[in-house]
Every structure is written in structure tokens, then in C-alpha cells.
């Protein structure tokens, strides 16, 4: 079965195997004692953090390690606001950062912080300008990605980065998805990584804090890791982590290059064999394993167990579920349609046959996903349950009762009806559904029509859409 869902976590690499069996033996003992075995374990930890800081571009004691990602990113954020709490308590961060970021805000501000939240275009991109502006005299702390985990595109790290060492104010890089293939742009602050997303084992995540920059560890510490990770390090996972990391960069330019073209192809074909289809993410400033694509009039969850059933392990950029029904905050910064999202990501030795049998399955995948919710040509079904309208015009004005409905069905039901209406005509879709706030503008600008705008109604929201084409 091809495993193409390498951005939540990528298969273990043979190198972190061999380490990690190794270091079995000879890295169990505690670090912190003078006797053999425990100078043997500091041994490996001491070169897994040598190969760990080259592989970032610091030095090797500006980096520890954390038992996960998320951990090295509250970790970073939390003691970063500490150290420069006389500075103040604002924390600016993208729209589209990683949730562990996003909850590290969210403490920070029901903690009586303030938060600014930089928005995206609709590739997923900040604007390095608009970034900066949003720096303050009292910002302490500046977030930033470099490459998106969802769409993968690549945020301007360097102008950023710039902006904010004029200001004076710390940058923090999730770099998780992109440190496999190659360096961070310099003057970065603080740096976090995992490396379950280059093949390395779980529960080893990287905090690395520039020299000079003011951290305050919060909560309790002892003698590990510079008091910045309390708890017996897990030298093993450690050096196999480290190890992998090494071997994965050692390769990257090669193999960046190789899954680039299998992703083009991907991109190219994907609208080509699917009709209603939008690729989504930057075309060129991208990650190179990484491609996202959203499909009209279908459901997202359906579409990713047929896949599944087809043999294909893909992901969702969205995070939709039956039981929280929200949209993933990243497609909805973005203005992107959020239903039918399917997210893409080669590891390491994916091969022109895995991406050849993908593109051979999804066509047939798709339509049968659609007609589960009865879409066959929308244009040809004009049952949805249209509702009187209260305009003199009728003909030129139809409401759609898509109530107690979940998506994509208002937007299937908008789809039938939008040629009923003249040219300059208006259909209003009633929606309780917290994904059509999303996905109607994001149809409209797929269908290349207007999306009026929403308004309030006895139930849900009336969303307006007026007919160009």
C-alpha cells in the first residue's frame, strides 16, 4: 500500500533503525554520572547534538532536545514571553502557524497577553510587509513557519526575519516540515523541529535558542538539557534521530529534485482527469514533496477511506470531522474550499508507479464519492428545495433551504440552482453549517462567480451569491 501522508509523520529511515538498535546497548545509562556507562551515554548525546546543530545552523549548545515537537514549540514560545515580559506581553504569529502554536497563543493570551494574527493570501503566504507592520514597541515575541504543514507553501523567513531584527523582536521558526530538506534562512531566534517528520523516531522534538536572545524557562526545571527539558533524555530516540536527520540531508537536493517532478505531475494531471477541481498552495515557492488539492461536491472524510480502501494513505489539509464539524483554520485563512481536501506528501523512495497508480485510482475514486451524495451533472439537477422568494422578481431571485445540512451539500444545492437565475440574478443559500462560510465564498471564486456576502437570518446565515457567468 503506498504511504503518501509523509507531512504527519514520515516512515522510519533504515539509517534511525540502525542507530537507534544501537544505541540500545550502549545508551541506557544516565549521562550525568562519571562512571563508564554513563560517560558512553553523554558520549552519543553529546554527537547526536553536534549533528543535530549542524544540520540547523547553531551552535551545539543553543539546542536541546524535547520529548516532542509540540513541546520544543511551547516550550520556545512560553520562554521566550518570560525573558521579555519588561518588553511587554504582545505575541504576533501567522494565521496559518502550526496548532501547537496557535494553543501556545491562545494560553498566552488568556493569560492576559495580546495576540496579532498576520493574515495570508490565498496561496497561503504572508506578506513580508504586513508582517512587519504588525510589530510593535511592545512585541515580545514574533512566530513564524517555514513551509506550511497543509498546502506547503514557503513563507519568506528571511524578510521577516529582517523585519524583525530591526525591531528588535525574537523570531521563532517552526521548522518542522521544512528542516529535512535543508538549512533555515539565518537570523532566526529560536528554531523547533520533530523528527518523526524526517523519518526519525517519535517523541524527540528540537528547541535550539540563538546566544543572546532573553529566555525564561516556566515551570519546574532540573539539571537536563540546560534546565529547558526536565526528564531523563532518551538518548536512543535521540541518537537515532539525529542520525536520520544527517543521512536525510546528505540526500536532499537528490531527492528534492526527483519527488519535485512527481509532484508537478500530480499538479498538472489532477485537473485534467477531475473536473471541479482546485490545486492549492503556492505553484513555485513549495515544499518539494508536498501537494494539495480540493475537490467540488465531495465529502472529504468519504473521499479519504476510498482512497484508503484503493490502497492509497493520503491526509486532509482539513481538519473536518463528523463529530467537530470545524474547518481547518489554515483553508479557511487561505479562502480555499475546505470540503473534499486532500492532501498529498511523498516520503522518501516514492516511486513514478506509486504516483502513476494515484492518479489511475482518483478519477474513478471521486465520482463515485460524488454520486454517495446523488451529484451527477449539477447543471441537470435542478430538485434542490427551492423556497419562494420574496423578491417581485422571482425569476431572478431564488433562496435555497440548505438548514440542518453539512457541507458540501449547500453547495451542491447552490451549484443546481445558480443557472435557474438570469445573468445579475441572486441565489441565497440559508445555512447553519460553520463550513459554508468557508466553502460558498471559495465555490464562487472556483465557478467564477459573486459572492455577495452573508447575512443574518431566523436560523444559521443567508449566504448570497449573484451570477457573473
Request: aromatic share 4%; proline share 7%; charged share 25%.
Amino acid at each position: 500500500m503506498p504511504y503518501l501522508d509523509a507531512a504527519s509523520s514520515a516512515p522510519l529511515h533504515p539509517v534511525a533503525r540502525q542507530a537507534l538498535l544501537a544505541a540500545l546497548d550502549e545508551g541506557w545509562a544516565d549521562p550525568a554520572r562519571p562512571y563508564r556507562e554513563g560517560r558512553r551515554a553523554r558520549l552519543l548525546l553529546d554527537s547526536a547534538r553536534q549533528a543535530a546543530a549542524e544540520a540547523v545552523g547553531c551552535r551545539p549548545d543553543e539546542l536541546i532536545f524535547t520529548p516532542s515537537g509540540t513541546l520544543a514549540v511551547h516550550s520556545g514560545i512560553s520562554g521566550a514571553l518570560a525573558g521579555r515580559r519588561r518588553v511587554g506581553r504582545h505575541l504576533v504569529v501567522s494565521a496559518v502557524e502550526h496548532s501547537s502554536v496557535l494553543h501556545a497563543a491562545a494560553a498566552h493570551e488568556a493569560e492576559g497577553g495580546e495576540i496579532t494574527e498576520v493574515a495570508v493570501d490565498r496561496s497561503g503566504a504572508v506578506d513580508a510587509s504586513a508582517y512587519a507592520r504588525a510589530l510593535r514597541e511592545d512585541t515580545a515575541l514574533a512566530c513564524l513557519q517555514s513551509a506550511n504543514h497543509e498546502v506547503g507553501t514557503e513563507q519568506p523567513v528571511d524578510q521577516v526575519a529582517e523585519a524583525c531584527r530591526a525591531a528588535g523582536v525574537p523570531l521563532l521558526v517552526d521548522a518542522a516540515q521544512s528542516l529535512p530538506w535543508g538549512p533555515v534562512p539565518e537570523n532566526w531566534s529560536l528554531l523547533t523541529a520533530s523528527a518523526h517528520k524526517w523519518g526519525g523516531p517519535p517523541g524527540v522534538g528540537l528547541l535550539a535558542v540563538r546566544k543572546g536572545v532573553r529566555f525564561a524557562v516556566r515551570g519546574a526545571v532540573d539539571e537536563r538539557e540546560s534546565g529547558r527539558a526536565p526528564g531523563f533524555e532518551n538518548i536512543p530516540a535521540i541518537v537515532a534521530a539525529a542520525a536520520s536527520l544527517r543521512a536525510v540531508r546528505a540526500g536532499a537536493a537528490a531527492e528534492a529534485a526527483r519527488l519535485r517532478a512527481l509532484v508537478e505531475r500530480i499538479r498538472a494531471r489532477v485537473p485534467e482527469l477531475v473536473p471541479d477541481v482546485e490545486v492549492v498552495g503556492d505553484p513555485v515557492r513549495r515544499l518539494p514533496h508536498l501537494v494539495t488539492f480540493s475537490c467540488l461536491y465531495v465529502d472529504g472524510e468519504t473521499l479519504l477511506h476510498a482512497l484508503d480502501r484503493a490502497g492509497f494513505s493520503v491526509s486532509s489539509g482539513s481538519s473536518c470531522t463528523s463529530s467537530t464539524l470545524t474547518p481547518s483554520h489554515v483553508l479557511r485563512a487561505m479562502g480555499v474550499l475546505s470540503e473534499g481536501n486532500v492532501r498529498v506528501s511523498l516520503p522518501v523512495g516514492t516511486t513514478e508507479e506509486d504516483v502513476d497508480r494515484f492518479l489511475e485510482v482518483l478519477p474513478r475514486v471521486v465520482s463515485e464519492a460524488r454520486e454517495t451524495l446523488g451529484v451527477q451533472k449539477v447543471r441537470e439537477r435542478p430538485e434542490a428545495p427551492v423556497a419562494p422568494s420574496s423578491s417581485p422578481a422571482a425569476s431572478a431571485s431564488l433562496v435555497v433551504d440548505a438548514l440542518g445540512k453539512r457541507c458540501p451539500i449547500p453547495v451542491i444545492e447552490l451549484a443546481k440552482v445558480i443557472g435557474d437565475v438570469p445573468l445579475g440574478g441572486t441565489v441565497t443559500v440559508l445555512s447553519d453549517d460553520e463550513a459554508a462560510r468557508l466553502d460558498i465564498p471559495a465555490w464562487c471564486a472556483m465557478r467564477e462567480q459573486e459572492y455577495v456576502g452573508e447575512e443574518p437570518a431566523d436560523r444559521g446565515s443567508a449566504h448570497v451569491v449573484r451570477r457573473l457567468t
